[in-house]
């Protein structure tokens, strides 16, 4: 038998990003930092001073939360896997089936062929046979001839048997003398 097998084909698996899942976050708080100023005078060299200036610094984090990443990667999965499962099951059926329905063709298919086969053997026995009992017959024939045959044959040599040929050798010797 010759099964038609195909290979099996998984989907592919679609996952949203684990950027979705990061949630992005800012702090913002208050900063000093020293400025340089400069202060001009007429005639005096200008004088430089220090000052505090404060400013807002906003400070950019990101919060993954990875057992959220996790639960949402395992139901992903368990979705996957169980379309996956119910599509596998029906590739398998479907080509269980046509493999059956493919072999049952072979077996019947040789069935046929060994049933033609044998339908064929019988019709020349048959024919055979009647060709054995024409042979027969004609042998039969051709017997009873060779025995009618015989039969002339023995009488023929009981005829010659009995037949005297001595008087005429003795005048074929007298011919000859």
Not at 46 to 62: G, M, N
Not at 71 to 90: F, T, W
Not at 127 to 156: C, F, P, V
């Amino acid at each position: 038998m010759e099964l038609n097998i195909n290979p099996i084909q998984f989907p592919d698996f679609d996952f949203m990003g684990i950027d979705a899942e990061i949630q992005h976050q800012q702090e913002v708080y208050t900063r000093t930092k020293k400025e340089s100023r400069v202060k001009s005078r007429c005639c005096k060299s200008d004088k430089v001073y220090q000052v505090d200036v404060e400013y807002e610094d906003k400070r950019e984090f990101y919060e993954i939360d990875l057992r959220q990443t996790l639960e949402a990667i395992k139901l992903k999965i368990d979705q996957q896997v169980s379309r996956n499962q119910e599509l596998l099951q029906r590739v398998i059926e479907k080509q269980v089936k046509a493999d059956f329905r493919s072999a049952e063709k072979q077996i019947n298919n040789y069935i046929n062929r060994f049933q033609t086969d044998f339908d064929r053997l019988l019709r020349e026995r048959k024919m055979r046979g009647a060709e054995t009992d024409q042979i027969r017959a004609r042998l039969e024939s051709q017997k009873a001839q060779m025995n009618e045959y015989l039969r002339e044959l023995t009488s023929i040599r009981a005829s010659l048997d009995n037949w005297k040929p001595v008087q005429t050798i003795k005048s074929s010797a007298r011919l000859l003398a």
